[in-house]
């Protein structure tokens, strides 16, 4: 399912991440967790290489804003800063999706508070 | 004594601990406590009742009424751990007197609030201390006894905010003197403020004590942990020796060199650099997160790990504190949960924070995850009977020893 043009919204200025905002503005750990695992390096690093030097600038911006009130388009700029943080490993450590002897992500789940 | 000699407490030694624990013996430990029935079945006998068990935080109940559900596998029980309403914090088996039906069929960890617990079978009702209120039908029973029939309790207290509950009838100690040294350098920790919670839930297939045994020492960590932690593994350290061990009756405390000289990587760099620009102390702030550990130790050199035996681990990280606890399903199956809890984040640098700390942390976790798993199988065979042990494993030696004093007192 494509997402049409307003679920695809960033704030202004954000505009050129907006090609991420399908795969990579998940609003849950797990399926971020899905997203990297089920991954190529090559669409891993492709997201990793606009957003990183995007981050602290999305961060500023939403510094400014009322976290618990966030709208649609500033909550998928802050899930794009999550994904960011999701891909680390995978570019800067492993140079792979996952580490080759790590449990997948199903098998270490977030869940609700214990 | 040659000058070129490291001095014999210092990490560049060899051969440092286990002298100083004549009683534990050789370094070495069997195999068959993790993979025989019959030890699970003694471990269920002669230690999982004898213990104090760590269950949730006093302020996930803050007001008479509130409660969890806790369950307990290694003794099949579920709990109910309840704020009553002269705000004393009780635990009570979550079965009903009457047939023996639950009175909460909720999940484990659900939290709710309630004037009364009423069992949803026939409806026998009991209040927020566990007594018996109210029977239907009552005049249908013979001799019933109602004030024997409250709900049955477990000694329950509360240290430093986590709720503890012990299933001896008579617990042989109280829970501050249970927990002893060990606690000593945690009082007063602002745990009741960094109380935002997240939580991990894994099911591995492997004994509990391979599982509490995997973060007992930092050797494995060049190899296991090569491509996520090597760097902070300095390089007059290879090994991870560590700074120190204490063995404090049947807890531990171990405490890693984390190599400052480590480039932090680029996601890294702009999560702590934000995050530090954030809690550069102003004093009286709203008390949330950097707070560096009680001892005064750095957190950032230094990295303690807290064995609270049986199955409780606490480290204090930046700007939080994480808990693992250890469930032993059967021989070869373990529930491991995990919370890292920080102040509630305030502001989108507080988030992105707490996301790179979590998510570098759960990368690690989920390597020491699937290696036991592997061990489990490996160890099933039964082609080694021994587990070799180096110096700086003592505090895996120390743990299972304690088992062992449990599961067999004065070498039964």
């Known amino acids: 399912m494509t997402a049409t043009g307003n679920d695809r919204r960033l704030p202004e200025g954000f505009g050129d991440l907006e090609q991420f905002v399908e795969v990579w503005a998940l609003a849950e750990e797990q399926q971020r967790m899905q997203r990297r695992w089920s991954s190529s390096m090559e669409q891993i690093q492709h997201f990793y290489d606009a957003m990183a030097p995007q981050v602290e600038r999305a961060l500023n911006f939403l510094d400014g804003r009322d976290i618990e009130a966030l709208s649609p388009s500033e909550s998928r700029l802050l899930y794009l800063t999550y994904s960011l943080v999701e891909v680390a490993n995978p570019v800067e450590v492993y140079h792979r999706p996952a580490s080759s002897h790590a449990l997948p992500p199903d098998r270490f789940a977030p869940v609700d508070p214990l | 004594m040659s000058t070129e000699a490291p001095d014999a407490d210092s990490y560049l030694s060899t051969k440092r601990w286990f002298a100083r624990y004549p009683g534990l013996g050789a370094p070495g430990i069997p195999v068959e406590p993790f993979i025989s029935d ?192 090597r760097r902070f593994v300095s390089k007059d350290n290879p090994y991870s020796h560590l700074d120190f061990v204490k ?90 949960e995990t919370r890292m809890c920080f102040s509630k984040p305030v502001n989108a640098t507080q988030k992105f924070f707490q996301c790179y700390a979590r998510y570098a942390s759960r990368d690690n976790l989920m390597e020491d995850g699937k290696v036991t798993e592997h061990q489990q199988l490996a160890l099933k065979s039964g082609v080694i009977k021994k587990l070799v042990l180096q110096d700086e494993e003592i505090a895996v030696q120390h743990f299972n020893k304690v088992v062992e004093d449990y599961t067999h007192p004065q070498g039964v």
């Open chain 2, 38 to 229: 019959e030890h699970f079945h003694l471990e269920r006998q002669r230690l999982w009742p004898n213990v104090w068990l760590m269950t949730g935080r006093a302020e996930h109940i803050p007001e008479p009424g509130d409660y969890f559900i806790k369950d307990i596998p290694p003794l099949n029980a579920s709990l109910i751990v309840v704020r009553g309403r002269d705000r004393v914090v009780r635990g009570f088996h979550n079965v009903c007197p009457h047939r023996g039906s639950q009175l909460c069929w909720e999940k484990s960890g659900t939290r709710g609030s309630t004037t009364a617990f009423k069992c949803p079978y026939h409806g026998f009702t009991f209040d927020l201390e566990g007594i018996l209120r109210f029977v239907p039908d009552e005049e249908n029973f013979y001799g019933l006894e109602k004030q024997r029939m409250g709900l049955a309790a477990v000694a329950t207290d509360t240290w430093e905010g986590f709720i503890f509950v012990n299933f001896s009838p008579k617990p042989a100690e109280s829970l501050r003197a249970y927990i002893g040294e060990i606690g000593d350098g945690l009082a007063g920790y602002p745990f009741h403020e960094q109380n935002y919670q997240y939580s991990y839930r894994a099911v591995l297939n492997c004994n509990w004590k391979l599982l509490v045994s995997s973060f007992l020492e930092g050797f494995h960590v060049r190899a296991l942990h090569a491509a996520g932690l």
């Open chain 2, 247 to 336: 063995l404090l009756g049947k807890h531990r405390l171990i405490s890693l060199y984390v190599n400052q000289a480590a480039t932090p990587t680029t996601v890294a760099d702009i999560a702590f650099s934000r995050y530090r620009k954030l809690i550069t102390p102003v004093g009286g702030a709203s008390g949330t997160a950097g707070a560096s550990t009680p001892s005064g130790a750095s957190a950032l050199n230094k990295f303690l790990i807290r064995n609270i035996f049986p199955n409780l681990q606490l480290n204090l990280v930046m700007g939080g504190w994480y808990a693992y606890q250890f469930w032993p399903l059967a021989v070869d199956k373990v529930l491991w």
